[in-house]
């Protein structure tokens, strides 16, 4: 099985902060990863497909990189609206999900 | 537009099974696969399995073979998954969620179903 790890757990932020957000998977995905926003009570919404693409409808202060095991999700400048947990998810072989990054306020 | 509808919340005694439905809409049902993937209170999002609607096959997790069974109503675009055994570990909201095809991410997700175990 492929396992992915995140980091960190917990992200405390401001409104404006630059954000990253890492991802690592146990063998290489190639650029098999998806990043996923959920908000408490809500379904996870997908922010970002095949390590770089950016899903329609999702602002644009979301992006991701990455390649093989290693990879992230960065927000330009946090909003309100991004308080939230954030998982990664790689569906190379099967779908496995990272534990996921909680980031809350400062 | 799509959307995925699932049932509603359940409460359920240990060793009871449940079975939660996900009704699919605004796409053509047979072209996506269909997933389930809980997540349990203060952990993260876990996938179980999925169905192929076109023929019915499907591949479940390996924690979940022998306790989970997924099925699939092509006349009513619905997708079903029963979870037997339950035990109080299984508290969690079940979530369906759909992809294009065997290596693809998820699009659109179901709001989420709450299943409850206690005794």
């Known amino acids: 099985d492929i396992q992915m790890t995140q980091s960190p757990s917990t992200l405390s932020a401001s409104v404006g902060d630059r954000v990253t957000i890492t991802c690592r998977a146990s063998?290489?995905?190639?650029?098999?990863l998806a990043w996923y926003q959920q908000r408490p009570g809500k379904a996870p919404n997908l922010l970002i497909y095949k390590a770089s693409g950016l899903e329609s409808g999702v602002p644009s202060r979301f992006s991701g990189s990455g390649f093989g095991t290693e990879f992230s999700l960065t927000i330009s400048s946090l909003q309100p609206d991004d308080f939230a947990t954030y998982f990664c998810?790689?569906?190379?072989?099967?779908?496995?999900f990272g534990q996921g990054t909680k980031v809350e306020m400062k | 537009q799509v959307q995925l509808v699932q049932s509603g919340a359940e409460v359920k005694k240990p060793g009871a099974s449940v079975k939660v439905s996900c009704k699919a809409s605004?796409?053509?049902?047979?072209?996506?696969?269909m997933h389930w993937v809980r997540r349990a209170p203060g952990q993260g999002l876990e996938w179980m399995g999925m169905?192929?609607?076109?023929?019915?096959?499907?591949n479940y997790a390996q924690k979940f073979q022998g306790r989970v069974t997924m099925t699939r109503d092509t006349s009513t675009t619905t997708v079903y998954m029963e979870l037997s055994s339950l035990r109080s570990d299984d508290t969690a909201v079940y979530y369906c969620?759909?992809?294009?095809?065997?290596?693809?991410?998820?699009?659109?997700w179901g709001q989420g179903t709450l299943v409850t175990v206690s005794s």
């Open positions: 605004g796409y053509i049902f047979t072209i996506y696969n």
């Open positions: 169905i192929n609607p076109s023929g019915g096959s499907t």
């Open positions: 998810q790689q569906y190379q072989t099967y779908w496995t």
């Open positions: 969620a759909r992809s294009f095809g065997g290596q693809f991410h998820f699009d659109f």
């Open positions: 063998q290489s995905i190639t650029s098999r």
